[in-house]
């Protein structure tokens, strides 16, 4: 089945002018914070939208992939989840797919997604070869982000790269290689400040911001940190990273939400639930998540 096109008339932006306002893709409100749907893999999309309901959730960042409850080859079924995710009192703010090449598949998902009302849509990943230069590698990917960029234009939505390790985009100094000279209505950055800090892309988050700027249109939110191991047979102590709940990680959010609130951030806070524990403890770990982020939001407006 493909979509038929369908054109929006606004979108998430992290700073947004009046002369933009527009021009932006649909489906955003001021600092949506969105419930990334990954954990509620292999349920069916009414208990999905019960549950990210439940959790205390308005929005959603619905998850496009084999074994969820929408999977990409079939992308009808984006409509459908909107719906059931809206009877349920959640608004499906963004999406993220797997998708890194502008081809037919990734068209028809795009098309489904804006016909939906979804207006921004995280892409898949471009990975990094150590085997092959890395500035080929940075000009083949810009290039598929070239026929994405033609894409989200004609759909009228927003095309998201989130900084991910592995990546030629794990931190806001390589993700600006990919975003240099593209339209910030059209391709944005997905700055992940607890993917980055246990990655190779951690960098101080106030310049992981400030590189991205104005792209910078949404950000993940968890939280993560290193613990000692062992000592090997040659005397050197193992490292090993996990995540943790979002007040007990290295990620200072009590420092990042009140700037995101002075700053007027307007996108959307993709909540991740990473928990390496059955599916009932983690949705117990990301009530208390939202509520701490909440506490700190409400904080940083008083």
């Known amino acids: 089945m493909r979509c038929a096109p369908a054109m929006h008339s606004v979108a ?33 999309l009414e208990k999905a939208a019960e549950i990210t309901a439940g959790l205390g959730f308005d929005c959603a960042d619905l998850l496009i992939r084999d074994g969820h409850a929408v999977s990409p080859d079939r992308p009808e079924g984006i409509a459908n989840a909107v719906k059931f995710f809206a009877a349920a009192g959640v608004r499906t703010s963004m999406a993220t797919i797997d998708s890194a090449r502008p081809d037919d598949a990734a068209s028809r998902l795009l098309s489904c997604c804006g016909e939906a009302g979804i207006g921004q849509i995280r892409l898949g990943f471009w990975r990094y070869d150590p085997s092959r230069r890395w500035r080929v590698q940075v000009d083949e990917a810009r290039r598929d ?10 759909f ?24 240099a000279g593209r339209d910030p209505i059209r391709l944005g950055a997905y700055p992940d400040p607890a993917n980055q800090i246990i990655r190779e892309g951690s960098e101080d988050w106030r310049l992981t911001l400030d590189i991205l700027d104005p792209w910078f249109c949404c950000m993940g939110v968890k939280n993560s940190g290193w613990f000692p191991g062992a000592y090997g047979s040659h005397g050197q102590r193992a490292w090993h990273s996990d995540w943790y709940g979002l007040d007990e990680g290295m990620v200072p959010w009590n420092e990042i939400v009140p700037h995101l609130v002075a700053t007027g951030f307007t996108g959307v806070l993709s909540m991740h639930s990473q928990y390496r524990v059955s599916r009932e403890q983690a949705l117990d770990k990301v009530r208390a998540d939202l509520a701490h982020f909440r506490r700190l939001v409400a904080a940083a407006k008083e």
């Open 12 to 44: 998430a932006a992290s700073f947004v002018s009046p002369a933009d306002e527009q021009r932006l893709p649909s489906g955003i409100r001021s600092m949506d914070i969105a419930y990334f749907t990954k954990t509620l893999e292999g349920l069916p």
């Open 145 to 154: 982000l070239d026929g994405f960029e033609r894409l989200a234009d004609r």
């Open 156 to 179: 009228g939505i927003k095309l998201t790269i989130q900084l991910h390790g592995g990546t030629l985009h794990s931190s806001g100094a390589l993700a600006v290689q990919l975003l």
